[in-house]
């Protein structure tokens, strides 16, 4: 298929970003790997030069074996209806920092609240940080892949005492799990 | 020694009265919408069970006080109306007592619910006093017309007035401006739909109940049936020709709930502003209508 | 959970004939049983026939219906609602979640087994169950109140360090209650 629309808007984008990685993923869809340290410009031109207003939302990836997260900013533009994807990667630490959006974006701090309170990462120069979603949390960030639910779960929480004769039957049968 | 024997007992008796015909309400409404309702004697149970708490909140001296002044104004009132039987009171009293006594209960709530903090407690205050003055401005007028058709502000002369004339005498016959005006103005008084912006309860969590709970409630549901029994009773002392007998004041009585209830059905619950300009706009016309057509 | 009486004094008898008779429950939905409750308030399944009414604060109800699963973070919005209500007050736990977890036992911010943290007097079982279940663990527990067994909300009151430790154990810290429960408990003999 010819993207006509979308290579229009990649050779916009493309001169000022010329260590970024631009794809068409399909119809509508294009995905930018960008460095780190560019975001911000890169931002700044989606909402004022560019019109790609609505920052739809911010997401983030855990790849534990490449020891790095992937911070996903997802921009829609209206009159185009066209979105792009803005991957970008920082190290995997205890606490990663990053750059917050939140001045350009007003909406963008509950994303990165989020973000905060599931895998740890802090976005310096935001205005408050505090958790909303799990208000009463001990533990360790619980969307990260080394924390197993499960596990958590069975140690922390009491279960009913329930040993009904058929469930016996069948746990000596060698099927079921605990 | 008759009179102290009524003194005791008529709270009571409008107390059943009013009870049962909170729960005739329930049942005709379970059945209009096809279902089988509660029995008639279900408020009964309500009030029993609430006096039945073991525990209270109580939220200061005031707050408990407001209670028995919201009970004691609605039973004072009930003292000044002629019922069949027992007019020693209302011989000496009249239709301005009554209208002052009527406003007693209303500010003991406000007074009390204002001390709970909570603020759907002051949004319902706010609103039962909008009403108040809402409602009342016709109504008063009513009172004036009735007073001056008949040259005496006594209750209890307009009804030997009407009983002693037939039908011909009735308020609605004579005057069916301020018959029609002090009905609407009743239906808001008594809080039925489309005027039942007091307690909305699931639009400020029922507005002044909201922190009464166990025993207040059951004093305020108590109230709550009595100022049901008055407010029909003036009403039908002033334009339905006032009853001799118990079986015709239970009939009147019947008959006059069964229509505010059918008309208070079919509607949805007003804003306050419409309300209060619906009031504004209808009774109160038909009001002065009727009173300029009585002076000249 | 719900000592049985062994003598009742006659008084007691005939209250709890005429209170069973008119229960009124909160209208509060935690989780998704809340999608069952009102087939059961309407024309086909009524509710009100027994006198189970729906009211909007915790001040005027009796009946506290957890619906579904509870995340830590509403449990304790629920405690405090439950000791904002007055007493005699009956805890019903609808659906698997409030018994062992339900769909969500491994998950880590849901409790798992209500009566820890509140006392608990009947359980309806299901997912979700259907209005005939919920009519009839209503009828079960009306007549539990007739014979006077209905009594786990002085378990609360005589047993509150068990809860209390409980709750603090899963929030972050004590949390602050805004009724004192022991002198409640000695102010009203209980």
């Known amino acids: 298929m010819d993207y006509a629309k979308e290579n229009s808007i990649i050779e916009k984008m493309q001169p000022e970003f010329k260590d970024a990685s631009f794809r068409v ?50 921009f829609w533009n209206y009159d185009e209806k066209v979105l792009v994807m803005a991957k970008i990667r920082i190290p995997r630490e205890e606490t990663s920092h990053f750059d917050t959006l939140s001045n350009l974006w007003q909406p963008a701090k509950f994303f990165e609240r989020d973000i905060h309170e599931m895998f740890g990462i802090y976005f310096d120069g935001s205005e408050d940080m505090e958790r909303y979603i799990l208000t009463d949390w001990n533990g360790p960030p619980p969307m990260r892949k080394d924390f197993i639910t499960r596990e958590f779960a069975l140690n922390f929480y009491k279960y009913r005492e329930y040993e009904p004769q058929w469930l016996k039957d069948m746990m000596a049968a060698g099927e079921g799990n605990e | 020694m008759n009179v102290v024997l009524w003194i005791i007992f008529l709270p009571i008796i409008a107390f059943v009265i009013g009870t049962f015909l909170l729960g ?69 009293g009249d239709m301005l007592v009554i209208m002052y006594i009527l406003l007693i209960p209303s500010l003991g709530m406000a007074l009390g619910v204002g001390e709970t903090a909570n603020p759907n407690g002051s949004i ?48 609605i016959v004579t005057n069916p401006l301020l018959a029609v005006a002090a009905l609407i103005a009743l239906h808001g008084m008594l809080g039925k739909k489309p005027f039942e912006v007091v307690v909305a309860p699931h639009e400020i969590a029922t507005g002044p ?5 166990g025993k207040y409630l059951g004093i305020m549901f108590i109230q709550h049936a009595i100022a049901e029994v008055v407010e029909m009773t003036i009403y039908i002392n002033l334009f339905l020709g006032g009853a001799l007998n118990w079986f015709e004041y239970i009939l009147k009585l019947f008959v006059l709930w069964t229509v505010m209830l059918g008309v208070g059905m079919v509607f949805g ?28 | 959970m719900g000592e049985k009486m062994t003598q009742r004094s006659v008084w007691e008898k005939i209250a709890a004939k005429l209170s069973k008779r008119s229960l009124w429950m909160l209208h509060y ?53 439950y000791e904002q209500m007055q007493s005699p007050k009956y805890v019903v736990g609808f659906g698997s979640c409030t018994i062992n977890g339900g769909m969500y036992w491994n998950s880590y911010s849901t409790m798992k087994k209500l009566d820890q943290y509140i006392p608990v007097e009947t359980y ?9 279940a919920i009519i009839a663990s209503f009828n079960a527990l009306i007549d539990k109140i007739d014979r006077g067994e209905a009594n786990s909300w002085k378990d609360y009151y005589k047993n509150y360090d068990f809860y209390k430790e409980n709750q603090d154990r899963v929030f972050e810290g004590p949390i602050e209650t805004y009724n004192d429960i022991k002198a409640d408990a000695a102010l009203f003999k209980i």
């Open chain 2, 209 to 213: 109940m909201v922190e009464m709970g």
């Open chain 2, 24 to 92: 005739y309400s329930r049942k005709f409404t379970a059945r209009v919408e096809r279902r089988y309702g509660p029995p008639i004697q279900q408020v009964f149970y309500d009030i029993f069970k609430l006096m039945n708490k073991k525990t209270n909140i109580s939220h200061g001296w005031m707050h408990d006080v407001a209670v028995l002044m919201l009970l004691g104004g609605t039973v004072l009132t009930l003292y000044f109306i002629p019922v069949p039987g027992f007019s020693y009171f209302a011989q000496y």
């Open chain 1, 25 to 74: 993923v399909k119809e509508r869809r294009i995905e930018v790997k960008l460095p780190s340290e560019r975001l911000y410009d890169f931002a700044v031109r989606m909402q004022k030069r560019w019109n790609f207003l609505h920052l739809s939302a911010i997401s983030c990836v855990d790849w534990i074996e490449d020891g790095e997260f992937e911070l996903v900013y997802h």
């Open chain 3, 29 to 81: 939905c935690t989780g998704c049983g809340a999608i069952e409750l009102p087939p059961t308030m309407t024309a086909r399944f009524d509710m009100e026939r027994f006198g189970i009414g729906h009211m909007v604060t915790p001040r005027q109800a009796d009946i506290l219906l957890i619906t579904g699963y509870l995340s830590v973070k509403t449990l304790k919005r629920v405690v405090l609602t």
């Open chain 2, 124 to 171: 319902g205050i706010a609103r039962a006093l909008t009403m108040l003055a809402a409602y009342d401005v016709p109504f008063v007028l009513t009172f004036i017309g009735m007073a001056m058709l008949n040259n005496t502000t006594s209750m209890y002369d307009l009804m030997v007035i009407q009983q002693a004339g037939g039908v011909a005498t009735w308020g």
């Open chain 2, 269 to 296: 619950r007003f804003r306050t502003d419409d309300a209060v300009r619906f009031m504004w706009k209808i009774p109160l016309p038909l009001a002065i209508i009727g009173v300029l057509l009585i002076i000249f």
């Open chain 3, 124 to 132: 309806i079982a299901g997912c979700m169950p259907r209005p005939e």
